[in-house]
């Protein structure tokens, strides 16, 4: 029986091997859907403020200086105000191919059969034609002309800018190329500072997710559109390209094509057909000078100096309009300004030549190990196995998407290792399946569902035990529960504990805590246990500041209750101690009855901190450990304090917020002058604690006020001992 499970399994295997190398459009397709997606969820940010900027021939600015093309005089009087406001680079996302239709001697060509007109024809005749005046302002301008390769038209005549040094296998071999292209005008491509190429190849769905950086147009290599102007922006003259077989570039012995290109310091890591993958940020007005503003002069200069600029169009009549993963239609231009923003700040998207050797080893070992897994240990291990390195891989991907901008596809070999695992373990799965339907049906009423997902993986945690494992602990405990249970009868009184703790559970739950008990009007919580978090102490700081959110909202509405009913309103306050230490976790009780909690002095050590948070009238009180391991909160030094039961004092703080409170510039100037109250405390210094407790109080940080009014008694004691 185990034979042909092996067998079916193989043959699985192989296939999708073979499918993967052969790599059809529809697996194609599904690299393309992932990537789609991180771009979507996690868009490339930039700098507002835009180094590259485009000078926009839109809607408005046809309607403002007439239909296009426009005299190449409008082109040049762009150009030399661009060029006289200090911008670094202009590149044209346009191809200047024939001569304007509108320069003086077309005109007179229009009147050579009038006798009477022809004196003025020929003066006409003799002035400088507009391609010639654009010639001249482009004389010693760092302008970037674009040249468009094409199935058919005319051979290349026009020479690139750019020098190239090659390393490796020669790059023409790999670049999109073109056998001929649409020609510049000789007047103007002899002047301009560099030649780029404007061709993109879109995939299937007709989506842009990538620019060349080099094209072959005939038998002549051209740096693209954006590259060419990064190299005259830096004023360099040559591109370096190194492909496979080039030193340092280890291709063992594959044509896998271009792998680097070098401008400068700037270093671009490229497909295998020179193309660089782009990682686009959502489309921005703040990218786009219009033209119109540019001819009259109604701009700030600012907004030239020192950029690199491109000059398009996003009017609709004039079809320059691009799908990308994030937007269903953008100007072109765009693209290639993208682009270059991508290469001046290295945050492209790579697609390493190894990438797909990685997804094919992935799919062989794990695929291997799932089938061996079922034969030696059954479906059940084999499901967690396979599960967990599918999630391993979808993690990885996401991962090196996130923080380094690399592109490896989880999908389909994710998709491959299933097909292993189902063609030879159906019917086990579906019997596991009903066992651990069993296991949440029994336990999942009361216990916290992460430990029921564990229970229902591995049975054999049914039973007493435990480890030692750092935790972070959240005691919460309502103020003045006494007060509000005297004027609520038993039913009320059930009817607002269940209200206020049934938001505050989900809360500690979402926020992947585990439930350890409720204690009347207490609740215990824990972290990085029984499921492992390493950001445990960050998680329970961001459960409690939610549970402070979460009861605010909760006493807007009672007050609107009571407001309705006439009633007299007191707002529910809670206190909430947080602590991170070393405890006993595992299953504590008997045999016959056992609840999975923990033990350990930093419980003991949560519960006074939240004791104390009714002293020191703050909402939140944290321990040290906790505060160091999520140092990135905004943590108010309280002092170090003798907790009840504790022999020697500790440090405590307050949770005053998230990353966002912690970088405004008032709670840091709170910071410093609490600190300064503390350290006059402690030398009693009876000035310095006047004047930073002063400071602190007029700063008025809300929910301090009862703090505050604890030091002021310290301060007037240390006052009146000094007198």
Avoid at 53 to 64: F, G, M, Q, T, Y
Wanted: overall charge negative; proline content about 5%.
């Amino acid at each position: 029986m185990q034979q042909p499970h092996l067998m079916v399994m193989g043959a699985i295997l192989a296939a999708a091997l073979l499918f993967r190398i052969w790599d059809p459009q529809a697996i194609a397709g599904l690299r393309y859907v992932v990537f789609d997606t991180y771009q979507r969820l996690a868009p490339r940010t930039v700098d507002p403020d835009y180094p590259v900027r485009i000078v926009d021939i839109d809607e408005a600015s046809l309607a403002k200086i007439g239909q296009w093309p426009w005299p190449r005089t409008k082109m040049a009087e762009i150009i030399a105000r661009l060029k006289s406001d200090g911008a670094q680079v202009v590149a044209l996302d346009l191809i200047l191919a024939e001569p304007d239709r509108l320069s003086p001697s077309a005109f007179a060509d229009l009147f050579s059969d009038n006798s009477e007109l022809a004196p003025l024809a020929e003066k006409a005749r003799a002035l400088p034609s507009n391609d010639q005046r654009l010639g001249d302002v482009l004389k010693g301008a760092p302008v970037v002309l674009g040249v468009s390769g094409l199935g058919i038209g005319k051979p290349v005549t026009e020479k690139p800018k750019a020098s190239f040094v090659a390393a490796g296998d020669d790059p023409k071999l790999f670049v999109p190329g073109f056998p001929n292209a649409t020609p510049l005008l000789a007047v103007l491509a002899q002047d301009a500072a560099g030649l780029g190429g404007v061709n993109w190849l879109p995939a299937h769905d007709q989506v842009v997710r990538s620019v060349p950086t080099l094209v072959r147009l005939g038998d002549e290599l051209y740096p693209g559109l954006a590259l060419e102007a990064l190299r005259v922006a830096g004023g360099h003259s040559t591109i370096t390209i190194k492909s496979s077989g080039g030193s340092g570039v280890s291709a063992f012995g594959q044509k896998t094509g271009v792998e680097r290109v070098k401008v400068g310091s700037t270093i671009l890591e490229t497909r295998g057909n020179g193309e660089l993958y782009l990682r686009f940020s959502n489309s921005d007005p703040g990218r786009y000078l219009p033209a119109h503003r540019i001819l009259s002069g109604a701009y700030d200069p600012v907004e030239v100096k020192d950029r690199l600029i491109f000059i398009g169009s996003s009017a609709t009549g004039l079809m320059d309009l691009r799908a990308t993963p994030l937007e269903a239609s953008v100007p072109g231009v765009e693209v290639h300004a993208q682009a270059l923003e991508q290469m001046l700040a290295g945050s492209y998207l790579r697609r390493p030549a190894y990438a797909t050797g990685l997804e094919l080893s992935f799919l062989l070992l794990v695929g291997l190990l799932v089938a061996w897994l079922i034969r030696r240990h059954g479906p059940l291990t084999a499901a967690l196995i396979g599960a967990g390195a599918i999630l391993a891989i979808a993690g990885l991907s996401w991962t090196a998407y996130a923080n380094s901008g690399v592109l490896f596809d989880p999908v389909y070999p994710s998709l491959s290792v299933l097909a292993v695992y189902l063609a030879g373990s159906l019917f086990s799965y579906v019997k596991s399946e009903a066992d651990k339907n069993r296991v949440r049906s029994a336990f999942g009423h009361y216990v916290a569902p992460q430990l029921v997902e564990e229970l229902a993986e591995n049975h054999d945690k049914l039973k007493l035990g435990g480890e030692m494992r750092e935790v972070t602990l959240l005691f919460s405990d309502v103020r003045g529960f006494s007060k509000i249970s005297e004027r609520l009868d038993a039913e009320e009184l059930i009817q607002f504990v269940n209200a206020l703790f049934t938001p505050l559970s989900d809360i500690i739950l979402e926020e992947k805590g585990t439930i350890d008990k409720f204690m009347g009007d207490a609740v215990m919580a824990f972290w990085n246990a029984p499921v492992r978090d390493e950001a445990h102490a960050r998680q329970a700081c961001i459960t409690a500041l939610r549970m402070t959110e979460e009861l605010d909202r909760l006493n807007t509405i009672w007050r609107k209750e009571a407001k309705v009913s006439g009633e007299a309103f007191q707002p529910v306050r809670i206190g909430i101690g947080l602590n991170t230490g070393d405890c006993c976790v595992g299953n504590v009780g008997s045999p016959q009855r056992f609840d999975y909690s923990l033990l350990g002095d930093p419980v003991n050590t949560a519960s006074r901190l939240e004791s104390e948070t009714k002293g020191y009238g703050v909402s939140i009180i944290v321990g040290e450990r906790t505060a160091e391991l999520a140092g990135e909160f905004a943590f108010l030094p309280i002092g170090a304090i003798k907790l009840k039961g504790k022999d020697n004092p500790e440090s405590v703080f307050a949770l005053l917020g998230d990353e966002a409170v912690k970088g405004r510039s008032t709670f840091q100037e709170l910071v410093k002058h609490q600190a300064a109250l503390l350290q006059a405390l402690d030398n009693k210094n009876v000035s310095g604690a006047q004047k930073h407790f002063k400071t602190c109080k007029d700063i008025n940080w809300p929910g301090l006020v009862g703090l505050y009014d604890h030091y002021e008694a310290q301060v007037t004691a240390l006052k009146s001992a000094a007198q």
